[in-house]
């Protein structure tokens, strides 16, 4: 059973910057697309960022492009998203998730996931 646990969540200025971790146990982590989604209160959950088990492909929603960057390392079972330029509306719990598959743009099939981390980004 494959579970993920979230860090490097906190309370940032606007402008600043975050690191968030995921890391996994169980299963064969290298051969999952793993993702981030956020969700705000009030808000549904929204899909914002995938990357491949190789790492050759990443995927990122419109409205986090150009600020989120995604890795990961195989070998340590853990990936990343950094978080630039943080904006008061990226305020969230965010969740990392893994699936198999290799639609990266899509917010489907994900199986597993973390209980989440909270960014608090204040103006």
């Known amino acids: 059973q494959v579970q993920l646990a979230e860090s490097g969540g906190g309370l940032v200025q606007a402008g600043g910057s975050l690191r968030l971790s995921c890391t996994t146990s169980?299963?064969?982590?290298?051969?999952?697309?793993m993702g981030w989604f956020r969700q705000a209160p009030g808000k549904e959950r929204e899909f914002v960022a995938a990357?491949?088990?190789?790492?050759?492909?990443?995927y990122y929603s419109d409205s986090v492009k150009g600020r989120f960057a995604l890795s990961r390392d195989n070998a340590k079972n853990t990936f990343y998203l950094q978080i630039n330029s943080l904006k008061p509306e990226d305020t969230a719990v965010y969740y990392c998730?893994?699936?198999?598959?290799?639609?990266?743009?899509?917010?489907?099939?994900?199986?597993?996931w973390g209980q989440g981390t909270q960014v608090t980004v204040s103006s």
């Open positions: 998730a893994a699936k198999r598959g290799y639609n990266l743009a899509s917010a489907r099939n994900y199986a597993y």
């Open positions: 169980g299963g064969t982590f290298s051969t999952y697309v």
């Open positions: 990357i491949s088990w190789s790492a050759d492909n990443t």
